[in-house]
């Protein structure tokens, strides 16, 4: 445990003691000063009993406060509601940013949502219906209307002005969006611009007005890109009419960016990677088990092919001895060019052109890779079984299949793209068993040609 974990947990152990004895006043001190996402922490140790007792301590703000930092896929979230008074419930969940509300929103029922927005003035309401309306993976699904937004024929005295009322609200106050007489975006200017104006400056004069949006219905990991390309803090969301309608915050972004993660990994192994917390051994078992079915029917074709080659395999039973190692390295060389594929497809757009000259890469890097593997196992098998012609079988083997796996890897998720399928889904299991297939095939045909100068008659 280092220093900061033995600071907080001496912190916790203190609080449960003022709770226990029931001394609101310092708990409250105590409590408070805490970070945001240290009171979550803390507040989600605690039982039933001790949390009812935190509601009448906190205000329904202070408890909207720590409730942002907390992930909105958290399994116990719809209890630690319905536990709250609703009124209580509903002005806390007023008072969080709209984005992180509504994430809170999008994972109970229709019935309870409703219970709580009913309880909420009209306007507000209102606008977390709306964010709840867009897609949850999408820049309407996880940006805010909480945002700093004036008109260009203001003054910097005036933004000043009215920045303090902003700031009670709005998730960032760093970047002002300016907006025209329709309401159009037509400009940006950051905090440190604006405090650096002449008070009679007009926003309009000296603005930016080379804005960077993303459209409302864009890919969440499209908006992640955004952030990447110009490590902005804030992107402003327009709809299709040029409207602003909210911001994508940084912190958002970071979130989406782990997701994007999860999801490529759990893509690549074949697996949730959701189910590990949420989900009992029998539910997990019945989200594996329909790829590993499909993946042993795959490997039956597989067991199939080489009991084709049982006559070969009859006069030259030492070909069996390297089928694992020739199927296990262009699997694994499957899956190196999968990766690199699906991460590629994640953060650009790929043409034909870039398709064309992508495929060129992997199968020029496929084949040096394959050869120079093939080169090193001619001579260690030469070598070991005193038989180079058994050695340029092998390698001959290994290079091919491994130049196939290569290509196959990289080849598949891109055609899945084009398709609008989800590259990920070429999942590393998939890649290997289709490789051990076609390395099979490779092997037993370059050994058949071969085989009269390795068998002793």
Not at 175 to 202: E, K, W
Not at 219 to 233: S, T
């Amino acid at each position: 445990m280092d220093e900061n974990e033995k600071r907080l947990q001496e912190k916790f152990e203190q609080l449960k003691r003022y709770l226990d004895s029931d001394d609101k006043k310092r708990f409250r001190k105590t409590y408070l000063d805490m970070h945001f996402y240290d009171q979550s922490t803390f507040y989600l140790t605690l039982n039933k009993e001790e949390r009812i007792t935190l509601y009448s301590i906190l205000e329904p703000d202070e408890m909207g406060d720590m409730f942002d930092t907390i992930e909105d896929d958290n399994p116990a979230i719809p209890e630690l509601l319905k536990e709250m008074d609703l009124d209580y419930a509903s002005k806390m969940l007023n008072d969080m940013y709209d984005d992180n509300a509504a994430d809170v929103l999008e994972h109970l029922d229709k019935v309870d949502v409703d219970r709580f927005l009913e309880q909420m003035p009209r306007n507000d309401a209102n606008n977390l219906r709306g964010l709840l309306h867009y897609d949850t993976e999408t820049a309407g699904g996880i940006m805010t209307t909480d945002y700093v937004q004036f008109h260009e024929e203001e003054t910097a005295s005036v933004a000043i002005k009215a920045l303090k009322q902003f700031a009670e609200t709005a998730e960032t106050i760093y970047y002002l969006y300016i907006l025209d007489s329709h309401n159009d975006l037509v400009g940006v200017m950051s905090l440190r611009d604006l405090i650096m104006l002449d008070d009679d400056a007009t926003l309009g004069d000296h603005m930016n007005s080379d804005v960077i949006t993303v459209n409302v219905d864009a890919e969440q990991a499209e908006v992640a890109q955004v952030f990447r390309d110009y490590e902005f803090l804030a992107v402003p969301v327009v709809d299709h009419s040029n409207k602003m309608v909210g911001i994508v915050t940084v912190d958002d972004v970071i979130e989406v960016i782990d997701d994007e993660a999860q999801q490529d990994y759990s893509g690549l192994a074949g697996v949730s990677m959701d189910e590990a917390n949420n989900d009992g051994p029998f539910k997990a078992a019945s989200k594996r088990l329909p790829w590993l079915i499909t993946l042993l029917l795959l490997s039956m074709i597989t067991a199939t092919l080489i009991n084709h080659y049982e006559n070969l395999l009859a006069e030259a039973s030492i070909l069996a001895v390297f089928i694992s190692t020739i199927t296990g390295t262009a699997g694994n060389a499957g899956t190196q060019s999968l990766a690199v594929a699906v991460r590629r497809l994640a953060v650009e757009e790929i043409n034909r052109h870039e398709f064309l000259k992508l495929i060129g890469k992997e199968l020029i890097t496929g084949f040096v890779t394959g050869l120079v593997t093939g080169v090193s196992v001619f001579l260690l098998v030469g070598i070991w079984k005193h038989n180079f012609v058994l050695g340029m079988v092998i390698g001959l083997a290994m290079c091919a299949a491994i130049t196939v796996a290569n290509l196959a890897g990289s080849l598949i998720p891109m055609l899945m793209s084009s398709f609008g399928f989800d590259p990920a889904v070429a999942s590393g299991p998939f890649i290997s068993t289709l490789s051990d297939l076609t390395s099979v095939l490779i092997y037993f045909s370059i050994a058949g040609v071969f085989m009269q100068y390795f068998v002793k008659a």
